[in-house]
């Protein structure tokens, strides 16, 4: 197995994490990014460097793309130089971006045509799930290729769930990111409230946290939003990316999502306003 | 401190328990209860019945009420057979309905021009935490009223929290249930949504519960809306009364908190259609 080639596009603060994880696993690791420096940083510790992504194609027997947005997918994958002109037969193609439905199912059709395999493969747990490979994997493609996938899988995360054909690992993390929208405000609210009533708002979470209104975001984000730390854990403009991207999948299924709807014109507020680089937890400025 | 008689006003669910726990820790116990049978559930454990509120006032120290909705608390506190009409000086009067901060403020003015003092000390934790003695309890008032109660406050709750002055409890219990409000919104449309694009939500749900997206209500309420389970641990027509306290509070401040006004506008809806005695995560009807 450890022969096995893994191409990898995205050395970005969840990509280099996981690049680090597959080297130690003694994988042969290819990369490619458009920046030099996070190439030489990972190629220091033994990954190859491609010259371009259509090169890394013809190399590598198992491919992974973590990029920024959809478009960024869409480039790697489907232009001259992308991953699908360039591969293999046989190649396992996964992508790991949170991105459309949509998308991962077209790309699944089109590696089916080169005699590759592709999986949708988005991940949360962040910066810290990354980095100790304890990532949440949910994974939509063909059984046999998640089963091929998963020893790589198991090198990054911990709760690795195969969701069904193409597009359902995107739809899962969708889920996610619903559930999280509309929890996001309730924090907000629960803690600007407390502050303007002159509740000691840090007293109001010691009563608040450990009951039915505790959540990962009260208790994570909630003391951040407190002492006005807005640093980015997760940025304010991926959560609009992702919320756009469920908010557009709900459309084209005459869905009626009200709680997504009010958080995504909150954020795209919120980003309006200048702070699309800070962290999610940054929704409390509107309400301050 | 067992010589302390304590008047128990409010034997629904929760005051039930909450009732024993304090006979069990050797209180003398006197009660009324607008159901005969009710009083008699808990006399035949030991507890005094009193005939109505004002002789249950004449003979207590300290009086606990925890009946429905703010009416049933200003008719108990302020008719004329009520409990601030009829106290001795020196009485321990404490609110744990959740009601209105203004109310409790109301209260403890009123118990202060009698010589008595007053504390609102409304709690979270369910039929469940009531059982077990480990209610979040929240408290607003005099601190040397709060010393008072402590030592009965602990036989019924774990998380015990002095909040501030009078209403401050109230207060910390609409930050909960504005937290808990928005974030059903996305449990809900978590769900519905995994289930209308075909995921099996059960897997859906074992992705998601230990990350960003995790909460008390989608891990203990989403297995019931798929389960098709509205029983109800916590009824809609409660979860309507205290948003509408916390959203007459937000006007009353000028603020805007559009989280909660779609969750009451929602839940209102839920009402509207028959299910106000259904638990709260009924709300999952709406998206089905």
Chains 1, 2 share one sequence.
Not at 86 to 97: E, H, S, V
Not at 240 to 252: C, R, V
Request: proline fraction near 4%; hydrophobic fraction near 40%; aromatic fraction near 6%.
């Amino acid at each position: 197995m450890k022969n096995t080639s893994i191409g990898f596009i995205g050395l970005g603060v969840m990509g280099k994490s996981m690049a680090e994880h597959l080297l130690k696993a003694g994988y042969q690791l290819i990369v490619w990014a458009r920046t030099p420096s996070k190439v030489r940083e990972i190629t220091d510790r033994g990954a190859l460097p491609a010259d371009n992504t259509a090169e890394l194609a013809r190399r590598c027997d198992i491919i992974i793309t973590i990029v920024g947005f959809p478009k960024d997918v869409e480039e790697v994958y489907f232009s001259d130089n992308g991953l699908l002109a360039n591969i293999r037969p046989g190649t396992l193609l996964i992508d790991m971006t949170t991105s459309s439905p949509s998308l991962a199912r077209r790309i699944a059709s089109i590696a089916l045509k080169h005699g590759a395999q592709a999986l949708d493969a988005p991940v949360s747990g962040g910066d810290k799930g990354a980095q100790e490979a304890t990532l949440s994997i949910m994974v939509g493609g063909d059984q046999t290729a998640f089963d091929r996938a998963l020893p790589v899988f198991r090198t990054m995360g911990k709760n690795i769930v195969y969701q069904g054909p193409s597009g359902s690992g995107q739809h899962c993390k969708l889920c996610n990111q619903i559930a999280i929208a509309s929890n996001m405000i309730g924090v907000c609210e629960a803690v600007a409230y407390a502050a303007r009533v002159g509740l000691d708002p840090k007293k109001m979470l010691t009563s608040i946290s450990s009951g039915a209104a505790a959540s990962w975001s009260l208790n994570n984000l909630a003391p951040r939003m407190l002492s006005g730390n807005f640093d980015p854990g997760f940025y304010v403009k991926h959560f609009i990316k992702d919320m756009t991207i469920a908010s557009e999948s709900i459309d084209s299924l005459k869905l009626n999502m009200p709680g997504l709807d009010l958080a995504l014109r909150l954020y795209r507020k919120l980003a309006e306003q200048g702070y699309e680089n800070d962290g999610t937890q940054a929704l409390y400025r509107l309400y301050q």
